[in-house]
């Protein structure tokens, strides 16, 4: 088995006002301090790990790690292969904003060995981009994608629909328009308003109506019939992809399998050990330089909790999980994991699915996925 290595960098150039990832706005970061305490975190994680699995993919998430200097990549993509080796087949994914400075650095980082990069154009319409706060136009977007697709084997295009007074006119539009781009993979993501940010605020306030259920409902149902017809069906509920060219990184979450998480705020999983990283970027380098890591939580998981987190993340896939595979993991029977009356009437009902010991969700039940995980998953795994 190979292992999973993601590396969080917390900068972005402003916030958007959806976003509660964990990013933040700072005027200067200083790029040795940060080589150092990444390097440093990295290595820990090694020692803790151990080095029998080579990497089969490495995932830079935030912030914006497209603002990395492609040389503190270079570095980091260097140790990681010293310490663990590298799969042959190594996905190396990077997410980028499409502005003309950060697709200025393409080159560089395809030349230091990232592969993939998941481009986060969220709208091909310059009105729906000043609302979701982004910073590029339209014509940068596409400039950047069109560079993108010069420099790198994969890419990936990432829009947020389902946005306030969004008709099915405007996104089969926009959507037809996104399709005819030619990427292999694309990460479709209905707006959401999480507590905690801007939008949050504004709504709160009364200055825009989030788009109610029914009408985010038809979006998605009409996002899975066109990305189906354009032959990159949905893998996961939010994203699609032609088949063979689906995130392996993500799918290592999805399928709960152990990955290596770096930098501010990241999660990592180690068996039966989950490990959470500092969140505020200071906080997060002064722990490296005391500690020699950024760990602020290091916490034993019981088979109960990671059961239920392997259904809540499998269900997610269009593949479902295995439960009898799942039952002999975490030597649960698969009544335990799965309540058997309520499986049965969902079965009946069209929104679940079973084959030879696997459950999944069907296109029918998707849009229901939150409800149906809560009726689904016994209740004694989810409160444990």
Known sequence: MARALYIHWP???AKCPYCDFNSHVRKTADMAE?????????????????????LASIF????????MPPSLVADLLRE???LWGFDRAIEITLE???????????ADLAAVGVNRVSLGVQSLRDEALRFLGRLHGVEEALTALELAQSHFQRVSLDLIYARPGQSMADWRTELGEALALGTDHMSLYQLTIEPATRFATDVRRGMFEPLDDDNAADLFALTREMTVAAGLPA?????????????????????YQDYIGIGPGAHGRRGDVATT??????NYIAAVAETGHGIAETRPLDRSEQASEALLMGLRLAEGVDLAALARRFAVPPAGLIDPAKLALYRDLGLVRTDDGWIGVTPQGMPLLDA?????VQADLVAS
């Open 11 to 13: 900068y972005c150039i």
């Open 34 to 54: 940060w080589k150092t305490a990444l390097l440093a975190d990295m290595r820990h994680e090694f020692y803790a790990t151990g080095s029998e699995e080579r």
């Open 60 to 67: 830079f998430g935030g912030g914006t790690p497209s603002l």
């Open 80 to 82: 990681a292969e010293r």
């Open 96 to 106: 980028a904003n499409p502005s003309s400075v950060e697709a200025a650095k393409f």
């Open 235 to 255: 893998y996961e509920i939010s994203n699609h992809a032609r088949p063979g060219e689906e995130s392996r990184h993500n799918l290592t979450y999805w399928r």
């Open 277 to 282: 990283r500092h969140r505020k970027p200071e």
């Open 372 to 376: 149906l995980l809560g009726e689904l």
